[in-house]
Every structure is written in C-alpha cells, then in structure tokens.
C-alpha cells in the first residue's frame, strides 16, 4: 500500500485561523472525493472514447483519504491510498486521479477570472460545486493548486456561484441563515411557513424533531411578532432569490429587539418614506451598524430601540426608568452623540462618540449598564 | 384651546419598534419651521383624527398619542391653533427654545405621552 499527499487545499477566513476545520466544512471534502472520483471517469472516457462504459475495477484498490492537518492556517491533507495488491494498473488509474485534481483546480482558475469554466469540466460535473464548498460562508476560500510553481486559485461563495450557475442544474444550495415569523406550524407535515421581513412566504420548511418545540413557540407567537432565525441548506434559483430551505439545521427566537431583524425592515425603506420627506438610509451604512453592535456591544445590556431620521440617519433609544438616554448615529461618518436626561431631575449630560473606535462602544456600553441597563 | 386641552400627534410607523414610540415623534423635523403639528383634541376624536390624516391626507399613522397643552407650555413651549391646513390643526411652538434644547424636550414630552398611552391605534394588518 502506498500513500502520497494528493491535494492540500488552504482553508482562510476567520473560522480557520486558530488552524481549526468546523466538522460541517468536512463534508465539503467528502463531496470533492466524490467529485475527484467521478472527474476521473469522465477523463478515461475522454481518452477512450471507444470503450463504451468505465472498466470493472476502475476505483479498486485507490482511495482519497483525509491523513491531516497541516498548521499555518487550516490545510487539511487529502492522500491517494493505492493498495497494489487490488490494483491492476495503479499508475494508470492514478494518472486519471491527477488529471481529474488538475481539471477541477483549473475550472475554479476559470471561474476566478472570468474564463470560460467548461473549457475544463463538463456542465454536469460542475454539478458538484453545488454541494463542495457550500460551508463556505462570506470572506472565507479553499485555496487549490495541483503545482507548486503556480498561485493557487480561490473558491468562495463568489467563484462556486459561477460554477454552478455554468453546470447544467437549474438552481443551486448554498448555507444561509434568514429570518421571519412563524404564521403555520404543519404538525402533521412536519413542516412550517415563514413570512420575511419584505412580506415573501418561504413554504413547506422541513423541521426535524429537535427544532418542534422552538417552531411551535415561535408559530404560537406569531401575534406577538416572535421573530425566528432560521439557519440551514437554502435553495436558490439562477438570479440568486431563495425560493426554499431545503434543510434546517438550526432554528432560534430571537430577541425582540435583535438589531439586524430591524435593519431588514429599513432596508426596505424607499425615497420619502415619511410621508414624501424621507431620506432612506444607506445600506452600507446599516450593515455597518449591524456588525458594530455584533462586535461592540455586549451581549448582558439591553438592545436599544431604533428608529430612522428623517435625514437618513439612524437613532437608538433605550427605556430606562428615570431616564432617557439616545444615541442619534451619523451612518456616513459613524459617529454618534450620546443624550441622556433625567426625566425627575431635568440632569442632561451629553457626549460626541466615535463609532469606529472600541473604545467608545465601552463606554457606551458602561454608560447604559450604570443606568440600569443590564438584562434582567 | 385651554391648558387641559389635548393635543393628537400622530405616529408614522417607522417611529414606533416593538411597541415602543420614538422621543423623535416629539419634537418638529428640518422642514417644519420649528413647528410641531398636532390635532386639536378638542375638536376632534384621536380615531377620527387618524381617519383624517390616513384616509383624506393619505398620510401614514400607525396610532394617535396625546399631550396636554399645560404640559407643553411647562416645557416652555406654546401651543396655538393653526386651522389653515384644516379647522383642527394646531401647532406645538419649539422656536421659543434654542434648537440644542429640543432633544430633550422631545424625551419629557415623549414621558408625558408615554404614560398617557395610545389614544386610538390602527386596526392590525395581520
């Protein structure tokens, strides 16, 4: 039995920095073995267009293993394992292995500048792309290369995209994470409804036995506008609109106060929104504020309420006894001043605040707790 | 218009999120001269007062809340009829105080108002 490295893909993004592969990023890989093997066929019959079907045996003896992990950033190693006493022709075979490594590095190059990716894989192949590299989320790449001597080339959720919408399917499945409110729980079915925050109905959700309970509740709150997360396997048409969740891995209540549930509803805010005055806000600049309360503001302080200005703008307000404290946030130059009033004292203090500092959001944050803003 | 008389002030619905209505509600925008308007209570129901502002102005209202004329003027801001739109609108006068003081008074008002509560809400949608 021999054993060579065959493929060390480079996973970056900030969920492999500490060197570390999620499990669910694995099944990405098992998906490329499956890919690799059937490449493979279809470059023995690419040389051998006479012969009329894939020899018996083809795969005996030769398998792609994961052997492991190289640090530095996470690289997980995929090995051939030839075992010679299976295999007729281990070299033959193996040679159709390398090709097949080299086909898929190269159609991911095509995808990546905007080549021609068919040039390198047939349209069903491509297929595969619609599960290998699914786990990957934005910001994040399989670095591939099958020579040493030439730049790797990048899969993101950008390139796979390409690839899949160049393969012969119709749709395509990608990780994504929506969320809405629950107004049909099918028991019977075991499947539920969900309204968006744009008014669209995704039907016909499949929810397994761990997520019933967290549905139900969420469907028997749907007058009280119990918004749900709900995370999993979505599947979308060739213009990118989800059209259905395939499968449900992980469904949350989300506080009814969750920053990015309310910056969806302004998003859909259009020019004269209040009553023909309105500047919406920029979407830049409301994702911004979404990973800045992500990243900035602790999890045991109450979120604030938020509401849009007429300017375009954004203001927070918090509720908090005696007092009444306000952020009004300037999206474009994300800055921020802090008002608080004592509404039985009359005591004003008031504070300019840089948005983009840490150590402002600290303060802010140390600010509300001292007014009592810890959650109860 | 007496100091007890109520004043409507109409709530677009972006201003109120899970229940809770801004203090922006409060106090006049860049274009209203300083100028808070509001139904005269006295003239007219808070439900009939939203009809008014969705149905004849096609405006957008998703519930009416209420401050007394005294509680305004306790903020130092007038209050005076201003029928020119139509017979019930009245005015709240904020160009008495300087402009940096209007982010507060709009959060005493807003306490005002809030303990007084909804005064007549939009039927629900859904």
């Not at chain 1, 080339?153 to 390409?162: C, F, G, P, S, Y």
């Not at chain 1, 969900?194 to 139900?216: C, K, Q, S, W």
């Not at chain 2, 899970?18 to 006295?42: C, E, I, Q």
């Not at chain 2, 306490?111 to 007549?120: C, N, S, T």
Request: glycine fraction near 6%; proline fraction near 6%.
């Amino acid at each position: 039995m021999t054993t060579e490295p065959f493929l060390k893909p480079r996973l970056t993004g900030a969920r492999f920095d500490s060197g570390a592969i999620p499990l669910e990023v694995l099944a990405d890989f098992s998906v490329l073995a499956e890919m690799i093997v059937e490449v493979a066929k279809w470059k023995y019959r690419e040389e051998n267009p006479n012969r009329k079907r894939i020899p018996r045996g083809f795969m005996d003896g030769i398998t792609l293993n994961l052997t492991g992990i190289e640090t530095g950033s996470a690289i997980p190693v995929i090995s051939i394992v030839v075992t010679t006493a299976a295999a007729l022709f281990p070299s033959d075979q193996q040679t159709y292995f390398e090709d097949a490594r080299q086909a898929i590095v190269e159609a991911v190059g095509a995808a990546e500048h905007n080549r021609k990716i068919t040039d390198h894989l047939p349209q069903n192949l491509l297929g595969y792309f619609d599960r290998f590299g699914r786990n990957l989320m934005d910001g994040e790449a399989i670095e591939l290369s099958y020579r040493n001597d030439r730049p790797p080339v990048r899969l993101t959720k950008e390139t796979r995209r390409k690839l899949v919408l160049a393969s012969s399917v119709e749709e395509f499945t990608e990780e994504t994470s929506i969320h809405g409110l629950v107004h049909e729980f099918n028991q019977r079915a075991k499947t539920f409804e969900l309204t968006r925050p744009d008014g669209t109905i995704l039907r016909n959700i499949p929810v397994e036995a761990p997520h019933y309970d967290t549905v139900l509740e969420a469907s028997n709150r749907f007058r009280q506008k119990a918004c749900v997360r709900v995370s999993g396997v979505g599947r979308f048409d060739r213009n990118s609109r989800l059209h259905e969740i395939e499968k449900v891995e992980h469904v949350t209540i989300l506080d009814p106060l969750d920053i990015e549930v309310r910056i969806d509803e302004l998003k859909l805010l259009g020019t004269g929104w209040l009553d023909g005055k309105g500047v919406p806000p920029a979407h830049e600049g409301l994702d911004w504020l979404v990973d800045s309360f992500d990243e900035y503001f602790p999890d045991d302080i109450r979120l604030p309420f938020l509401f849009p200005t007429p300017d375009g703008n954004m203001l927070a307000e918090w509720s908090l006894k005696s007092w009444a404290p306000s952020l009004e946030i300037d999206l474009s130059t994300k800055r921020g001043i802090w008002h608080v009033l004592n509404l039985d004292t009359d005591e004003e203090n008031q504070q300019d605040l840089d948005l983009t500092q840490l150590q402002d959001w600290q303060w802010l944050s140390s600010e509300i707790r001292t007014l009592g803003g810890e959650v109860e | 218009m007496t100091g007890t008389t109520l004043l409507l002030r109409q709530i677009h619905p972006t201003q109120v999120h899970n229940g809770f209505a801004s203090s922006y509600n409060f106090r006049p925008t860049d274009t209203d001269a300083g100028l808070m308007s509001v139904y005269d209570g006295d003239m007219i129901s808070a439900e009939n007062a939203w009809k008014h502002r969705t149905n004849t102005l096609g405006k957008q209202s998703i519930g009416v809340v209420g401050l007394l004329v005294e509680e305004c003027t306790a903020e130092g801001l007038s209050a005076r009829p201003d029928p020119e739109p139509f017979p019930e609108h009245a005015v709240v006068d904020f160009n008495a105080v300087e402009q940096k003081a209007w982010r507060a008074k709009s959060k005493k008002l807003h306490a005002k108002a809030y303990v007084r509560g909804w005064l007549f809400q939009s039927p629900p949608t859904i």
